[in-house]
Structure formats: structure tokens, C-alpha cells
């Protein structure tokens, strides 16, 4: 798909030299910190790389649903439900307003839900994990909402001025999402016997592909060097992951749990954590479509799709009349 499109970090980002004058001067725009605007001229390939990368968050969005909503009717209180119910309501927001973002780039969501449903599109590959458990509840909010907000706060400064201020609402609601997700860990951490055990498996499933959810490494991440100087990308994919996991490693150690890695130290020196890296093969070929749960996710979405075709007709049909009320009375 558009990776193809454009230089990736194998060959570098364009130097100076390679610009043409169009190119030097939305350079310079990027370099001084000025957002660029949807009417504003944009090279191909920044247009292209935004609209596979907010395109793909947007999808996201919408298919993590899918693991919590499986969780909404059997929250263990009616309080839990309610949270749930407005945490899943919210990523469905995010959904429509990155949607949105990447509608201002010339491309239509039918035409983005299109290329997901053909495959063409990704998603992020955390959600073809299952969520088997009420603690997988909490490691999600905990961990892999920890892990979009380490990922998203740095994107409030994008250099693409819609997609930039569609995360300030989307951060301020992901970490709602990260401290419910922490709530339902610690109740779960300080219950029982057995509801800690459940606490433990959850992070124990979750932790490698919650670090997987930051990329490949750098050294094989395709579009960091470009994306990077197109301030798409704030922070390289390796930068995230050892901010996730300087962050998560004390709030693991406050709620009794253990991170399943034995290399996990603290590195004096570096004045970081040494950590084990996640399989990379098994992230690769999540992404190509064989996790555990891809298929049951590409399936809910392809029904939602299908199941949704009488209101998309009804809406164009209206639109259709309306228009040609408006012929009528003029
Ligand atoms: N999963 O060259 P790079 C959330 C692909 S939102 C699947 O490093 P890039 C909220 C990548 O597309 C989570 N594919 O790529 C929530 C490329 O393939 P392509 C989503 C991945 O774009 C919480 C290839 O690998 N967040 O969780 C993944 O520079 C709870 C090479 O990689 C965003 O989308 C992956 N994890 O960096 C909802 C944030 N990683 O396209 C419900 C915005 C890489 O050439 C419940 N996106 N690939 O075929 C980004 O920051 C970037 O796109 C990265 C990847 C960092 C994800």
C-alpha cells in the first residue's frame, strides 16, 4: 500500500539537495514549528504517509472496541459497567474524529473502511489479542491505554494541524481510560487469591504486546526517518517503548505484580530499565493477519458494515430528496 510510495528509512529522508523549491519551503514551514492546514500545498508523499497513518489509528479506534464491548454485559457492577460502557463510547469518538482528520486529506471514509475490510489497511495489532478474563479488562485500560497515551501525547504536536488537535481531546479521555483500567487492577491486585492470580495472567499475556503496540524497532521501522522529518512522528518507535516501560515498571511493582521478564533491571549507567525485547516474528505475523483474533475482528467489522448499508442508503436517499426539494423551491 503506501509504503510503498514513499522513501522509507532504508533510503533516508530526502536531503536538501533532493527538494524541489516547493519541497524546501514545506520544509522550512515543518522546521519552524508551523502547522500545516488541510488547503495548505503538501508534498505526495506527506499526504500519503498521514493518510495511511491517521487512517489506521482511526480503524484502531473503532475495531478495539471489540475486545471491551465483549466485557460490557459482564462487568461485575453495575458501576463497571457504566465506566466501561462510556470508556468503549469514547473510543468510538476517537474513531470519528480521526475519520474526520483524515477526511480533510481527500480521502472519504467509506473509501478508508474499503481498503481496512480488503485488508489493505491495518490496525493496531494489540487488539487481535484476546481479552479472556474481567483482570484483561484492567491490563487493556492499563497497559495498552498507557501505551496510546505514551505514543499520543508526543502527536498533540504533529506537525498536520487537524490531526494534532483532534489528540488533545483524544489524550485527555485516554488517560480517563488508564487510571479506570489501573482502578480495576489494584481491586483486583489487593482481592482474593485467585483474583490476583487473574491479575498476574492478565499482565503476563498483555506486557509483550502492549510493546509491540509502538512499532517495529528502529532499525526495521520503514517510516520512522521520513515521518520524522515531516514531524508526523514526534519520537522514534524505540524512544516510546523504553518511556512505557521506565513508566509502567513502578506501577507494577505498587500493585504486587510481577513483569514477566527476567532480564528486567534497572541500568544504572543508562539511568533506564534494560528489558527484553517482544518477539518480533510473532508481531510480524499478527500483522499479517494470523493472530488469534484477527479474523474474528475483520469478521465483526465486515458484519457492522454490511449490517449498516440500510442507514447509509436511507441517509443518501434523504440527501437525494432534499436536493431536489431545493431545486423545486428555487
Ligand atoms: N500494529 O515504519 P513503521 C489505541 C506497521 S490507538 C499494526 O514503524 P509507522 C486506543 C506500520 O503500519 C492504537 N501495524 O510504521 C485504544 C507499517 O506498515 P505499513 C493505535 C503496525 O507508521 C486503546 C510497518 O508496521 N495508535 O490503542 C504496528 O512509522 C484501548 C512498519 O512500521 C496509533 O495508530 C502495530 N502496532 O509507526 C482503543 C498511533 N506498528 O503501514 C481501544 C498513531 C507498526 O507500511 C482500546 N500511529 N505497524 O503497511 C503511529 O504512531 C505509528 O503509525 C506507529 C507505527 C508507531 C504505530
Redesign the pocket.
Known amino acids: ?4 510510495m514513499v522513501k ?2 532504508g533510503q533516508g529522508a530526502k536531503t536538501r539537495d533532493e527538494m524541489t523549491d516547493e519541497e524546501r519551503d514545506f520544509q522550512d514551514r515543518i522546521d519552524a514549528d508551523i502547522k500545516i492546514e488541510p488547503r495548505d500545498w503538501m508534498p505526495d508523499g506527506y499526504r500519503k ?1 498521514l493518510i ?3 487512517g ?2 482511526a480503524h ?2 473503532i ?3 471489540l ?2 464491548g465483549n466485557w460490557i454485559t459482564r462487568a461485575p457492577t453495575l458501576e463497571r459497567k457504566m465506566i466501561l460502557l462510556a ?2 463510547q469514547d ?1 468510538a469518538g ?1 474513531g470519528l474524529y480521526l475519520y474526520s482528520a483524515a477526511e480533510t486529506l481527500g480521502v472519504s471514509r467509506d473509501d478508508l473502511t474499503a481498503q481496512l475490510l480488503s485488508g489493505k ?7 487481535n489479542y484476546p481479552t479472556l478474563t474481567w483482570a484483561d479488562i484492567g491490563a ?2 492499563w497497559l ?2 498507557g ?2 497515551i505514551m ?2 501525547v508526543p ?1 498533540q504536536r504533529t506537525s498536520y494541524g487537524p490531526y494534532a488537535r483532534a489528540m488533545i481531546r ?1 489524550c485527555k479521555e ?1 488517560s480517563f ?1 488508564q487510571r479506570q483500567g489501573y482502578d480495576i487492577m489494584m481491586k483486583m491486585a489487593q482481592g482474593s487469591p485467585e483474583q490476583r492470580k487473574m491479575a498476574q495472567d492478565a499482565l503476563n499475556r498483555f506486557w509483550y504486546p502492549s510493546l ?5 524497532s ?1 532499525k ?5 526517518a521520513q ?1 520524522m522529518a515531516w514531524k ?2 514526534i519520537n522514534t ?1 524505540d524512544e ?1 517503548r523504553q518511556k512505557f516501560v521506565d513508566q509502567t515498571v513502578p506501577q507494577a511493582d505498587y500493585l504486587g505484580l510481577t513483569i514477566p521478564d527476567e532480564n528486567l533491571k534497572w541500568n544504572e549507567e543508562t539511568g533506564r530499565h534494560d528489558f527484553s525485547e517482544p518477539d518480533w516474528t510473532e ?2 505475523d ?2 499479517k493477519g494470523n493472530g488469534p483474533c484477527n479474523t474474528e475482528r475483520m469478521n465483526a467489522r465486515m458484519k457492522a458494515w454490511e449490517d449498516g448499508q440500510w442507514v447509509r442508503d436511507g441517509l443518501l436517499a434523504h440527501g437525494r430528496k432534499r436536493a431536489a426539494a431545493n431545486v423545486a423551491a428555487e
Open positions: 500500500m503506501y509504503a510503498q522509507s528509512t504517509t495511511r497513518q491517521i489506521q489509528h484502531s479506534e475495531v478495539g472496541q475486545p471491551e470508556k468503549v473510543e476517537h489497511m491495518k490496525y493496531s495489532s494489540i487488539f487493556v485500560g495498552v491505554d501505551a496510546a505514543n499520543q502527536l483524544i485516554e481510560h509491540m503496540m509502538f512499532g517495529p528502529d526495521d521501522s520503514v517510516h520512522s515521518s508526523i512522528k518507535n516510546l508481531f510480524f499478527v500483522i
